[in-house]
Each structure stands twice: as structure tokens, then as C-alpha cells.
């Protein structure tokens, strides 16, 4: 089994020099049979371990099920992009126990997998080969975490289109199906059955137990899982940062469609402009009102205004402190064909020489 | 609670950095030039740009951003296809900026090879933007104050000790000709670096008996081209300037010089004298993780130690490591408290605790809105001597890393030993050349031989 650290989400990554070389057989011996759950009553949380290293993160299953999506007219602080409510239905699906920390993003966006093997001198597993196919980044000009702390703290400063990229990294990596959640996804999670401002009630007053925000973060990001998690067992879904999720930004959602008999089902508006895209969850520097289960945010250019480089790259929103992500599995893989139609993948990316 | 539109929150609004605000910027009154005055009628300022990769794109579509009259009309690069991108890049941003009509750079005025530069310099152009890999900076800089010629040049100023004695020589002569010089250390242009080192220089930490600097990080791009696509070695090491000495200077100079600047300036270092600069530094460095032939000859880390002429030391730390913590600050040491800037955190602890909070416009464009106001009222402005000494405290700090040695300023800075090239072309020899292998010399500490 994996190295038993009471951990919250993810291990430090390994000192190199400790040659505690995984096969692809121990690998396998490794991989939780959770992670290999069918059907909806099958699924239970699992711990992933990424290939060749110490790092690892853990996914919640998340019931299927119905819920209102958006925030009623009466809720304090509600913003008019919350609305219209309407009904809106979920397959079920995993999702990060946790934001993604450096530790795990890291291995991605630098390639450490690879240097590693490189190191040990191991040979690649036809999935590290298939993970070895996605673009990485290229390197980002300054110290992305603004010195404000790395292991056990979220990665921050991506584009979306990073955030898509390192789930298709990690999706090869892992041989399951990772993903940006859906905005429908992203909110169902978070209210985690509740109707109410937040995850744990209408009242801001409590939000300190449950999240990082603009009057306890000491104006940085904090480590991811540190505050009580929402009934679901989800934590910094309030706070900490902003999470990237797959839709298109709108002032409104979508008028729920009448020949719709029943809730929508598995909402998601399909991005076709770079800006604005949608975040949620609020962050470090926000107030209570900018955490709520409801509230929304959109991507903008400004969020890259101090990259010197000319074109800005396109991995990187230079000055999106507040910006990180979280990955969810849904139980059923979308097909090809879906995958393109809904954009749910990273595009390919060759970067510039 | 009564509904509010999105635009009544405060935090949520992020603060736009408006393109063109140009602080200071003077009515046109009446211009002293040496050179060519914009004609009665016509204010319109006439960039040209020298080196249209990353940075130039960068800097030029800044210059394009600034307050006034002014258009792109000349523009040089070693290499057409990098010539041809970095124009195209240029033409997106002024047509997202709506103002398409400041990039008009006529077929003829497009310069491509070794002695682009100096084309650039005979066309008609008022300003010229020297963003070239930084080896070439001395040479550019020099041409273009023979010219006449405005600049805004990209740090670092040179790669070596002969290169930095021709900027200070050229920055006396722009001075005397009232010319205008930027240099990129943008710091200067930020804020909460503006406040906090003003309120050390008023005293906020009392003395400052020690400082440390940092550009610790994961690396910048990797090598562009392999030698099979290039036409030579010449080719090869210009494409991939940054792994080779005399182009990049290292990442000691290219990149670590903005902290290393920061610490003479929190110093109150006298760029006009060249006064209160280090008197000496030393320190080790090495290839531990690029190790790779493709990565050329510099090293992944140095650490230094200055010290200045009272004693003060300044240890200074810059490594490319994926997978190391990253560190891109300042911090000095004082009897009265410390000062904290880069990152997230721009504060001073101590008897006089204070801390930057809030935004502050993107100090790239100021630093251009900043120089191009002053072109237009004719104010002196010069950043070049600045930017020459700071260069060449990064210098020593390579040369005391390559070295093994301490290395004295002076010492360095009368250095004969040039690492720049005899000839200039594409079948011309690099200073620096592989073996049959593809593998370079390293610097070898002990035995290197660096003044």
C-alpha cells in the first residue's frame, strides 16, 4: 500500500535518492480497486498515487442527483449572474478531495516524471509514454508562487487550457478519465445537497471554520485542507482559490429551455471565446459574499497584464494569484465524439520555439 | 440585502491597468533636440525596433501604448522568420489595442543579419528599442547614440567587462546630446518598490548591515533549435542564445541582474559617479541538473557574496532547478528592521512596521510611458549608467563564480578580456566552440581564467 501519512491530500515528492523504484507490476498491486468502481454503487474514495513518484491525491465520489442550481433572489449579497435558478441533473462522478497542489503539478508542468525515470534510469510504462506525448509547459518567467509557500499549497496562475492540459496528462498518466468539472458540476459539489448561502449555512459569520478569505488568509493563498470540509467531504470549496471550471462565462444563465420536460441535464455552456470563463468558489483575497456556492467569476485578460513576453503564453495568467483548479472523474467516460463537442479537452498545443 | 450588478464589488473589479495614462506626461511644448526635433506640426515619434523576439515584441508594443503620436516604422532582427513573427505579433496587439495605424513598417524597412541594426539606425527614425540578445548591447547602444538616436534598451547592458566600459562611454555622450536612454530594470517603475526603498532610504530600517537577493526558479525556454536545422555553428548558438556566455551573459546577468540592481539601489548607489557600488564579491556555481550538451556552457546556479565599500553584504542566490522552491526577492538587513520586496509581500518589519497593499499599474508600460514623456518635453532622462553598473555587478558575480576567485570591481571593470566575436557572420566562428562531441567547455572554478 502507499506510504501511510495521515496525509490531507498530497505527499511531498520523492527525495530522488531514495530509490524506491515502483514497477509497473507494484504499480498496479498499487491502484486501489475503488479507483476501479463500474457502477454508481461501487464508487468509494481512493487515494491515486502518480507513477513513479511520492505524490499523490484523493477523490470523493459524488452521488448522481438533482439540485437547483444558481441562488434565489433573497440571498444577501447575491449577484444578478446567478440566475435564472433553474433544475438541473448530475451524473455521478469523483472529484479532488482537494485544490491541486504544486506537488502535484509540478510533476506535469516541469516534467519531473521524466527526470526522474531519467535519474533511476527506469524505462517508461506504456502510459508514461502515452503522458510523455502531452505538451508541458514552457517555463514561466518568474517564481509562480510569489514566494508565498509550495508543498501542500494549491498550484495557482494557470490558464485553463494548463488546468485542461494537466488532466490529459494525468489522465494518460493514470489510465483514468480526469477532467475541469462542469460550472453545474462545480456547484452541485459544493452545495453538497444545502440550499442555503454556503455549504454550511446562510451565516457568514462561521465562514473562518470552513474556508480561507480576505479577513483570515494573511493575504496568501493557505494549504489545502486545513479548514472543515462541506458535507461531502470536500474541502476549500469556499475559498482559498478560485476554481477553473470548463463553461463559458454569461451574464445570465441560459433561460431553462421549455421543451425540457424535468431538470436539464448535465448543463454546460460550450467556451468558444478565450474571455470570460468561468470560476468559481472565490479565493484568499475575497469576502464572505464572493464565497458563496453561487457565487460566479469570470476569466479576464487583465489576468496576464504583467507577462513582458509578447505573444503572452499561453500557460500562464501572471497575475490570477487567486486562480487554481480541481480535477473530477466522471463514472462514465464521454466518448470521443463528446469530448470534442463538449471541448472537454485540452486542445493540442505545440509551443513556440 | 437589496441586489447589486457585479460591478458594485470591489474586490471582484480587478483594477484595469490602464494602457494609456502616461504619468507626467507634458504638454508638447517646446523640444530641445540635438538631432531631429519632430518636425513643426507633426509630433509624431518614429520607433524603430532591434531584436523582435519575446522581449522586443514586448517592449515595443509598450512604446506603441504610450501617450501621443507615434508608429513602428522600421524593424531589425538576425533572422527573417523571427523578424517576420515578432512584426505580425506587434500588428495583433495594435489592432486589439485599436490602433492598428502605429505599426506602418514599410518592405523597405525591414532589416535582416548582423548589420540590420545599423539600417535601422540610417532609416528615419527618432527612437530605436535595443532588445537584441544582450551580448550585441553595447554595440547597438553605442550605434545608436552615434546616430542620434533615443533608446530604450533591454537589460542587461552587456555580457562583459569592454562591453559595460562602451555603454558608460556612450551614456556620457548621450547625456551631452540630450538623447533620452530607458533600460529595462522595471523595478524602478513599480510602486511598492518606489515607496518601500524610499522609505529605507529615509531611515525606515536604520542602517543596512546585510542584504539578500534571490532569482531562484525552474529555468527559462529550452534550446530552439537543433544543429541539424541550423546552417551553421553561428546560427546554432544565436537561436540559442541563452545557453551560451557571450550572448546572455548567463543567468546571473540576464535574469538576476533586477535583484542584484535592487540591492545597490536599497544601497543608494550613485550611478552617476559610479560610486557605493560592490568592491568585491565571490562565490561558487556549477552545471548539477542542465547538465545536457544542448544547454551549452552556463551554469544552473551560482551564490555569491558582495560586499560593499562600509562593509555591507549582499548574498545573493539564483538557480534554474525544476522542482526547487522558487524565490524571485529582495530583503535587506537593518539596526532598526528589515525590508521585504518581491513576491507577494512588500512590507518593512520592525519600529517601523508598514506593508504595500492594493494594485499598481503594470511597471513595464510605465517604464515606457515614463521615458516617452520625457522624450517629447525634452526632460533628461537616463537610465543607461544605471543599467551599466548593475550589469556589471552581475558580472562579477560570474566571474567569481566561474573563477573560484574573489574578484575586485575595479579590477573587472578595467578587464581586457572580451568574450565578444572577431567577425560577425554567419560562417564566422563563436568565441566558444564544441568539441567533436557537441560539448562545450565549462568554466572550471580554480582554473578558469575571467580578468
Known amino acids: 500500500m502507499n506510504g501511510q501519512f495521515p496525509s490531507v491530500c498530497s505527499l511531498l515528492i520523492a527525495a530522488v535518492l531514495a530509490f524506491n523504484v515502483l514497477t509497473v507490476a507494484d504499480a498496479a498491486d498499487k491502484e486501489p480497486a475503488a479507483a476501479d468502481a463500474k457502477t454508481e454503487k461501487e464508487m468509494k474514495p481512493y487515494k491515486q498515487t502518480i ?19 444558481g441562488s434565489p433572489e433573497d440571498e ?41 525515470r531519467k535519474l533511476r534510469g527506469v524505462e517508461p510504462t506504456e502510459q508514461d509514454k502515452k503522458a510523455d506525448a502531452v505538451t508541458r509547459p514552457t517555463p514561466p518567467y518568474t517564481d509562480m508562487t510569489f514566494s508565498m509557500g509550495h508543498d501542500g499549497f494549491p498550484a495557482i496562475c494557470m490558464t485553463q487550457l494548463a488546468a485542461k492540459t494537466y488532466c490529459k496528462w494525468l489522465s494518460q498518466k493514470t489510465g483514468h478519465y480526469y477532467r475541469l468539472p462542469t460550472e453545474a458540476e462545480w456547484e452541485y459539489a459544493c452545495r453538497a445537497g444545502t440550499t442555503t448561502a454556503f455549504s454550511f449555512g446562510d451565516d457568514p459569520g462561521k465562514i473562518g471554520e470552513y474556508a480561507w478569505y480576505a479577513d483570515n488568509s494573511d493575504d496568501q493563498y493557505q494549504k489545502v485542507g486545513k479548514k472543515k470540509p462541506n458535507p461531502w467531504g470536500l474541502h476549500d470549496m469556499h475559498g482559498n482559490v478560485n476554481e477553473w471550471v470548463l463553461d463559458q462565462y454569461q451574464e445570465t444563465y441560459p433561460a431553462p429551455d421549455k421543451s425540457v420536460q424535468g431538470p436539464l441535464p448535465s448543463p454546460l455552456v460550450v ?33 496576464k497584464y504583467q507577462d513582458p513576453q509578447i505573444p503572452q503564453s499561453v500557460w500562464y495568467h501572471t497575475d490570477a494569484l487567486f486562480v487554481g483548479f480541481r480535477i473530477v472523474r466522471p463514472l462514465r467516460v464521454p466518448s470521443e465524439k463528446e469530448r470534442a463537442e463538449l471541448k472537454l479537452d485540452a486542445k493540442k498545443v505545440v509551443n513556440q520555439r | 440585502m437589496s441586489e447589486k450588478s457585479n460591478e458594485s464589488s470591489t474586490r471582484r473589479d480587478f483594477l484595469k491597468a490602464s494602457s494609456v495614462v502616461a504619468a507626467g506626461a507634458g504638454v508638447l511644448g517646446n523640444l530641445s533636440f540635438s538631432s531631429q526635433a519632430f518636425a513643426a506640426g507633426d509630433d509624431t515619434i518614429r520607433v524603430g525596433l532591434i531584436g523582435a523576439g519575446g522581449r522586443g515584441r514586448g517592449a515595443a508594443t509598450q512604446a506603441l501604448s504610450t501617450e501621443g503620436n507615434i508608429k513602428l516604422v522600421a524593424i531589425a532582427d538576425a533572422f527573417s522568420d523571427r523578424l517576420e513573427d515578432g512584426l505580425a505579433y506587434i500588428n495583433g496587439q495594435m489592432q486589439k489595442n485599436k490602433t492598428p495605424e502605429r505599426v506602418d513598417v514599410a518592405e523597405e524597412n525591414k532589416f535582416v543579419g548582423f548589420d540590420a541594426y545599423q539600417k535601422v539606425l540610417d532609416s528615419d527614425v527618432d527612437v530605436v528599442i535595443l532588445a537584441t540578445p544582450p551580448g550585441f548591447r553595447p554595440i547597438h547602444f553605442e550605434a545608436a547614440v552615434n546616430a542620434d538616436k533615443h533608446v530604450f534598451m533591454e537589460k542587461p547592458v552587456a555580457t562583459d567587462a569592454p562591453g559595460v566600459r562602451k555603454v558608460l562611454a556612450a551614456a556620457q555622450a548621450a547625456k551631452q546630446k540630450n538623447l533620452a536612454v530607458g533600460v529595462g530594470l522595471q523595478r524602478h517603475h513599480q510602486k511598492p518598490y518606489l515607496e518601500l526603498v524610499d522609505r529605507v532610504h529615509n531611515g525606515a530600517i536604520g542602517d543596512i548591515v546585510a542584504m539578500r537577493v534571490y532569482w531562484n526558479g525552474g529555468g527559462v525556454w529550452d534550446p530552439r533549435r537543433t544543429r541539424e536545422e541550423c546552417s551553421g555553428e553561428m546560427e546554432y548558438q544565436m537561436r540559442n542564445w541563452y545557453y551560451y556566455t557571450w550572448l546572455c551573459g548567463d543567468h546571473i546577468v540576464e535574469q538576476h541582474i533586477h535583484n542584484l540592481d535592487v540591492g ?13 557600488y560592490p568592491v568585491s564579491a565571490s562565490g561558487m556555481g556549477g552545471r548539477q541538473v542542465r547538465t545536457d550538451k544542448k544547454y551549452g556552457e552556463i551554469f544552473d546556479h551560482h551564490a555569491v557574496e558582495y560586499v560593499y565599500d562600509n562593509g555591507t553584504r549582499m548574498y545573493s542566490q539564483c538557480r534554474h532547478m525544476p522542482g526547487c522552491p522558487g524565490n524571485v526577492t529582495e530583503h535587506a538587513h537593518g539596526t532598526k528592521g528589515v525590508v521585504h520586496l518581491g513576491g507577494r509581500d512588500y512590507s518593512i518589519e520592525g519600529e517601523n512596521n508598514t506593508k504595500f497593499k492594493g494594485k499598481y499599474r503594470d511597471p513595464y508600460q510605465v517604464e515606457h510611458d515614463q521615458l516617452f514623456a520625457a522624450i517629447r518635453s525634452g526632460t533628461p532622462y537616463s537610465e543607461a549608467e544605471r543599467g551599466a553598473y548593475s550589469t556589471l555587478t552581475a558580472i562579477i558575480g560570474r566571474l567569481a563564480t566561474y573563477s573560484g576567485k574573489e574578484i575586485k570591481w575595479n579590477q573587472a571593470l578595467n578587464s581586457e578580456i572580451s568574450l565578444m566575436p572577431e567577425t560577425y557572420a554567419w560562417d564566422a566562428a563563436p568565441p566558444t566552440l564544441p568539441n567533436e562531441h557537441g560539448e562545450y567547455q565549462i568554466a572550471h572554478p580554480g582554473l578558469s581564467k575571467v580578468v
Open chain 1, 271 to 303: 467556451a468558444t471565446e478565450l474571455y470570460p470563463r468561468v470560476v468559481r468558489g472565490g479565493s484568499w483575497e475575497d469576502d464572505p459574499a464572493d464565497l458563496r456556492s453561487a457565487t460566479r467569476r469570470g476569466s479576464e485578460e487583465e489576468w
Open chain 1, 51 to 69: 507513477t513513479g513518484t511520492d505524490v499523490s491525491f484523493e477523490m470523493l465520489p459524488i452521488p448522481g442527483g438533482t439540485f437547483t442550481m
Open chain 1, 76 to 116: 444577501a449579497d447575491r449577484y444578478t449572474d446567478e440566475a435564472p435558478q433553474r433544475e438541473v441533473k448530475i451524473e455521478p462522478f469523483w472529484m479532488g478531495k482537494c485544490e491541486v497542489t504544486w506537488d502535484e503539478y509540478d510533476i506535469w508542468s516541469f516534467s519531473l516524471d521524466q527526470k526522474i
Open chain 2, 264 to 276: 545597490n539601489w536599497l544601497m543608494k548607489a550613485n550611478p552617476a559617479t559610479g560610486e557605493g
